[in-house]
């Protein structure tokens, strides 16, 4: 299929946490992102120019709200649109109150079917005056979400077929890496098998390999859970450290990734499912690895 819009980057996620203000504190002062705004319902946070990477917003239940991706044209957004409309998808269009305050231009929502999982398309959003002074952590991006679905390899060939997400790398019955096509980055985005429809963990990528050593023992004087690492991913050669948040969601630290061409680019691995397809460094996952609350599906 020749697919009629372009990525331009994983721009967003809306996460739904259960304490807005301690979230608040704990994503701006030991994850190191910046406050664009806040009230009592909804924080923006950001790590670059944009106007938001994170949102917050307060809720009952821990997990992802949306994921939203930036296309590379007004015209790309519109095109995206009737392309899921003939698939028999139902985009809608965000209200212009919704993306008032989203600080967005023209946007849409649709549900991928199998995970369930919401995301929003668009192609320009408010870049603020100054740029983001890293703190804690030299952040450079957002770098991708990995959720898990119950129906795995549904919702992967639904990601390939229907949104145009490529694959870099898979482990077998595992997880299938992917990129959101043509962004270089080895993944944006990732599937795994799950119990039930649920985020895995959000990523942020740092530009210092020193940024993951000193979250470890920043994390560990303010009694963060570490769940897995530090170690490195032989599919994307990213040394890695995921902690917990508030809520006990996973979130990342990763140096360092893979990029590919938009036009040549190496086939995908399938790689062998063993632990040491994760981590070269034998780094052991916490139990609570990977367990950041469901997918919501009443929005």
Not at 43 to 64: F, K, M, Q, T
Not at 118 to 131: D, G, I, N, R, Y
Request: proline share 6%; aromatic share 10%.
């Amino acid at each position: 299929m020749n697919f009629p819009f372009r990525y331009r980057k994983l721009a967003y996620v809306a996460l739904n946490v259960t304490d807005l203000p301690r979230s608040l504190e704990f994503y701006k002062t030991l994850l190191g992102l910046e406050v664009s705004e806040h009230n009592d319902e909804i924080a923006y946070l950001r790590c670059s120019r944009d106007h938001h990477n994170i949102v917050l917003h307060a809720a009952p239940e821990r997990g992802v709200k949306r994921v939203g991706f930036e296309l590379e044209s007004d015209d790309d957004v519109e095109a995206a649109f009737i392309h899921f409309q003939e698939l028999g998808y139902k985009p809608a269009w965000v209200s212009k109150d919704e993306t008032t305050l989203l600080k967005q231009g023209r946007s849409f929502r649709l549900r991928e079917r199998h995970s369930l999982l919401q995301l929003e398309m668009f192609s320009k959003s408010t870049q603020m005056a100054k740029p983001f002074l890293p703190t804690v952590a030299n952040i450079a991006r957002v770098g991708h979400v990995v959720i898990g679905a119950v129906e795995f390899e549904k919702a992967c060939d639904a990601f390939i077929q229907d949104f145009n997400f490529k694959v870099s790398d898979l482990i077998e019955d595992r997880i299938s890496f992917m990129r959101c096509h043509p962004n270089p980055l080895h993944h944006t985005f990732a599937v795994g098998p799950a119990k039930e429809n649920q985020l895995h963990h959000v990523n942020f990528m740092v530009t210092d390999i020193d940024d993951i050593g000193r979250a470890l023992y920043r994390m560990k004087k303010n009694n963060v859970q570490i769940v897995y690492g530090p170690g490195r991913h032989p599919p994307s050669n990213s040394v890695f450290i995921y902690f917990q948040d508030p809520d006990g969601m996973t979130l990342e630290y990763s140096f360092g990734m893979e990029e590919f061409p938009e036009v040549g680019a190496r086939e995908p691995r399938m790689l062998e499912a063993v632990p040491e397809s994760l981590d070269t460094w034998g780094a052991v996952p916490h139990p609570e690895f990977g367990k950041s609350g469901v997918i919501e599906v009443s929005s």
